[in-house]
């Protein structure tokens, strides 16, 4: 009767007792990655992700500078990740930016080719227990006569089909930010991208940059990210703030 009692006991504890934080990996581009001092005030939204993230989870940013999803696996960047991710790990993937250099051999490649590449991303993570999400580019502060301008065509297009097909998913940074940016305007737009003054020790003949963000913008992608991923149903949710 006592050793029934006990197992009864367990079971409830086990019921309520939190899951295992997962371990979060984030693999893209420049939009996303860690930023040194000297580049300073450009800041990646991955850089900010972790305020909204319990503080058991381990977030992992691996978003480096310039790289699409030709150049990250060619440099066997995502190799080193693969040896590292156990099961219930969660993978934020977030390429598009550079896919689009077609001008540059080893980075660049067609919107076909961005989607076999984020489908193959998807299959191997999946296949050592991991949970992919696949983010689309946040789009760059383009505007001709006050009027946004989209940048980026059919990547965007073809990771949502990316997610579709595969069940996996997709958070639309571009389609979110897209509106925010039509919503604020051109001139209030500015304050979310690294826009510096002449005169910054680290840009002593200013800045003009509409890709990179603020810490204000990305934080605020940051924000977003994290209120999707709150949404969803996977190993990070009931970590999420």
Known sequence: MLLSYLS?????????AKPTPPTIYIIGDSTAAQKVKKVYPETGWGMCLGEYLAPEVVLINKAVNGRSTVSFRMEKRW????????????????FGHNDQKLDKPGTGCTPEEYAINLGLYVKEARAL???????????????????????????????????????VPFIDMHGWSSKVLQGLGEQASQAYFNHVPAGHENYPNGLADNTHFSPLG????????????????????????
């Open 8 to 16: 009864f006991s367990l079971w409830i504890l086990s019921m309520w």
């Open 218 to 241: 990305a934080k605020e992608m940051a924000k977003e990210i994290a209120r999707q991923l709150k949404q969803l149903n996977s190993p990070i949710q009931a970590f999420m703030k």
């Open 79 to 94: 190799d080193s990740i693969q040896k590292e991710l156990k099961k219930d790990d969660v993978v934020l993937i977030q």
């Open 129 to 167: 227990g991991a949970y992919p999400i696949l983010i689309s580019s946040i789009a760059r502060r383009n505007f001709k006569e006050g009027v946004f301008q989209d940048t980026h065509g059919e990547y965007p297009v073809q990771m949502k089909s990316v997610a579709k097909q595969s069940n």
